[in-house]
């Protein structure tokens, strides 16, 4: 039966994948997932049924367990789990999935996990007219990850409190979204997003050996542009680069790419032919 509500399921070891209701109780306040945001997710677009770079997902979702020294999540439960909640849920052009695993209650070595899938938001009006975007420092160098690998940064945690933090700063400055910069003067990344610039006929975004969260949708803008004769470059890019580029995007699950019409409070032409073209190729991604 389908549902029109947000679909659960519990995901362990020693049960496998358990439908439940979201309105019950399921997570200890024990749990370190809620006490200290110590555990990794993934948010998955589906479109017209189908879980987009699902198998990406999966692997970065077993990557980020590695950075925090989390058990090995059993990606078939999960892979399940994503699949039978679609099934189990109303049909809609546009659900997002959310896989989670958390370290569990401390002490019991034994990891929370569960899948849920629910409507996703409308955003035509960001993926055609823009978003205002501000930048803000980050506070860390551009290789932190190779200098400090214990602040976990390119791993997707639980703890999301500084990029929440962030967006309310860009809300307080008439924004809609931020981009991190380096403390050492170069572009990292969203909050909840990665960054595409175009400079001519090529795509660049930021190396991910920075602390960088590897891309799944940035990865299929990039298989986009390939396709259509365009280069593709991973760099280490200047902020100053942001504001001669001939156009810039945030891409993410979800929202997939929106252009950014505006910059530090200034005014930025978007490319709308090309948002228009990658907006038609991810959403209709079939992986």
């Not at 555990?39 to 879980?51: K, L, N, P, W, Y």
């Not at 999301?160 to 933090?165: C, E, M, P, S």
């Not at 309310?168 to 909050?191: C, N, Q």
């Not at 593709?232 to 580029?245: F, G, K, M, Q, R």
């Amino acid at each position: 039966m389908s549902s029109s509500r947000p679909v659960l399921f519990l995901v362990s070891v020693d049960s496998g994948c358990v439908r439940a209701d979201p309105d019950a109780q399921h997570v200890s306040v024990m749990d370190l997932g809620v006490t200290r945001g110590d555990g990794i997710f993934e948010t998955i677009s589906v479109c017209d049924g189908r879980a987009q770079a699902l198998e990406a997902h999966l692997d970065r979702f077993a990557r980020s367990a590695r950075l925090l020294d989390l058990p090995e999540p059993d990606l078939g439960l999960y892979r399940q789990g994503i699949l039978e909640a679609i099934e189990a849920h109303d049909d809609l052009p546009e659900l997002y999935i959310k896989t989670v695993m958390t370290r569990g209650i401390e002490g019991t070595g034994v990891p929370t996990g569960w899948v849920y899938a629910a409507a996703a938001a409308d955003f035509t009006r960001e993926r055609t007219e823009g978003i205002r975007v501000v930048t803000l420092d980050r506070g860390l160098r551009h290789d932190v990850a190779q200098t400090s690998p214990w602040l976990l940064q390119g791993a997707k945690t639980l703890s999301y409190a500084i990029n929440r933090a962030a967006l309310r700063e860009a809300e307080r400055r008439d924004a809609d979204d931020v981009i991190f910069t380096s403390s050492d003067g170069f572009v990292l990344e969203g909050p909840t997003a990665n960054v595409i610039l175009r400079k001519g006929d090529t795509l660049v975004t930021p190396r991910t050996d920075q602390g960088i969260l590897p891309g799944t949708t940035q990865a299929s803008v990039f298989e986009f542009a390939q396709a259509e004769g365009m280069k593709t470059e991973y760099a280490v890019i200047p902020v100053a680069d942001l504001l001669s580029a001939d156009a810039l995007w945030l891409v993410s699950s979800v929202r997939q790419a929106v252009p950014i019409n505006r910059l530090d409070g200034m005014e930025r032409a978007i490319d709308v032919e090309l948002s228009a073209q990658i907006t038609s190729y991810l959403l209709g991604r079939r992986d």
